[in-house]
């Protein structure tokens, strides 16, 4: 059975940062690249960023650049995001997914988490 | 930043009726589009990878096509169990992978 289970959710103030972790199993980590994706409440979906199957291609959408990392552990078969100088416009579900080639592209996510939310109020 | 563009935004119709969701890329993606099932509180679920391929599970009432900019997700014989938002992602230039706006199914 493949499991993606993020963590790390809850309200926080604005300007704060926050590190969200998405712990996998049921499959070689290693082999996947891993994308974020939130919902912000009553909208579409949005991708955030993207990591290769090895850590070493990390790509942002330009609303969270320059604040935000993701990154990967394959020893522990976890995926991070921290996202830093929080907004109101941060406020959404955060889901991890599975899915493209090694750096993320192509294909599509097979493999969802059920979301955390982050929720960033004062 | 590819726009991607989905149409209608509401579909209602009868059980056992052909759903036939559009969705529109501003320059083209080849056949790098990908389509998801989300209902509330749940993941979205993969449905077709590739423009036209069905992923592992899905029904074959699910079927894709398109090529370039124009593609379409098409439910042969709609079932109570097939309410959901539906969005396409165009899976081939970053950034970021977009995803269309959704189109809203309704059974009557």
């Known amino acids: 059975q493949v499991y993606l289970v993020e963590s790390g959710g809850g309200v926080v103030q604005p300007g704060r940062s926050l590190r969200l972790s998405c712990s996998v199993s049921?499959?070689?980590?290693?082999?996947?690249?891993f994308q974020w994706v939130r919902q912000a409440p009553g909208k579409g979906l949005e991708c955030v960023a993207v990591i290769s199957h090895d850590g070493i291609n990390k790509r942002y959408t330009d609303s969270v650049r320059g604040r935000s990392t993701i990154s990967r552990d394959n020893y522990k078969n976890t995926l991070y995001l921290e996202v830093g100088s929080l907004t109101h416009e941060d406020t959404a579900v955060y889901y991890c997914?599975?899915?493209?080639?090694?750096?993320?592209?192509?294909?599509?996510?097979?493999?969802w988490g059920q979301g955390t939310l982050v929720t960033v109020s004062s | 930043e590819i726009v991607v563009t989905q149409s209608p935004a509401t579909l209602s119709l009868s059980p056992g009726e052909r759903a036939t969701l559009t969705c529109r890329a501003s320059q083209s993606v080849r056949n790098h589009l990908a389509w998801y099932q989300h209902k509330p509180g749940q993941a979205p679920r993969l449905l077709i990878y590739d423009a036209t391929d069905r992923a592992t599970g899905v029904s074959a009432r699910f079927s894709g096509s398109g090529f370039g900019t124009d593609f379409t997700l098409t439910i042969s014989s709609l079932e109570p169990e097939d309410v959901a938002v539906y969005y396409c992602?165009?899976?081939?230039?970053?950034?970021?992978?977009?995803f269309g706006q959704g189109t809203k199914l309704e059974i009557k």
């Open positions: 049921g499959f070689t980590f290693s082999d996947y690249a």
């Open positions: 997914a599975r899915g493209g080639d090694d750096n993320g592209d192509y294909g599509g996510l097979d493999y």
């Open positions: 992602q165009q899976r081939s230039i970053w950034p970021p992978h977009t």
